[in-house]
């Protein structure tokens, strides 16, 4: 089976995601969608490359996923989908890298303890940046996580 990148944009309410794959023509993007409400009434959406709405699905009211029922629910999709690949990685969009992080890192418990010590950093974010980490962590342990962090760009200016 071809294989294939998730992406990851994990918010305070949404949670942004594009999965990447592999073919004759290079990598590009096959799916992208979101989660809205994580934590009031959820809605998810998803679409091909084409733009072809893949799916959607909105929970009734007051049902709230979370970040761990959102990650649940699009491990789920991926898995179902059609035009479904394995997934080799996942990579995380992160607020903060503080001082120790200036470029993508692999995640692993070390990496995350150091990411929730720059809570106070970035707390508007950074708890929803780290919430996916950790729970792919448990869900599938051996999916390789990537951290790749805002302040990396603005390092150099």
């Excluded at 309410?13 to 590009?28: I, P, W």
């Excluded at 692993?108 to 792919?136: E, F, K, T, Y």
């Amino acid at each position: 089976m071809p294989l294939a990148i998730l992406v990851l944009n994990a918010g305070s309410s949404s949670l942004k995601f594009s999965v990447y794959s592999e073919d004759s023509r290079g990598l590009h993007r096959a799916l992208r969608g979101e989660f809205e409400g994580l934590y009031t009434t959820s809605k998810f959406a998803a679409y091909r490359a084409s733009g072809a709405l893949a799916d959607e699905r909105a929970w009734k009211d007051g049902v709230s996923l979370g970040h761990d029922g959102a990650i649940a629910h699009l491990l789920d999709f991926l898995r179902d989908e059609p035009t479904a690949r394995e997934l080799a990685a996942v990579g995380h969009r992160v607020v903060h890298g503080g001082m120790d992080f200036s470029s993508p890192v692999r995640v692993d418990a070390g990496v995350l303890a150091a990411l929730g010590r720059l809570v106070p950093l970035a707390p508007l974010h950074q708890p929803h940046n780290l919430a996916p980490m950790r729970i792919l962590a448990e869900r599938a342990p051996a999916l390789a996580q990537v951290a790749c962090f805002d302040t990396a760009f603005h390092r150099s200016q």
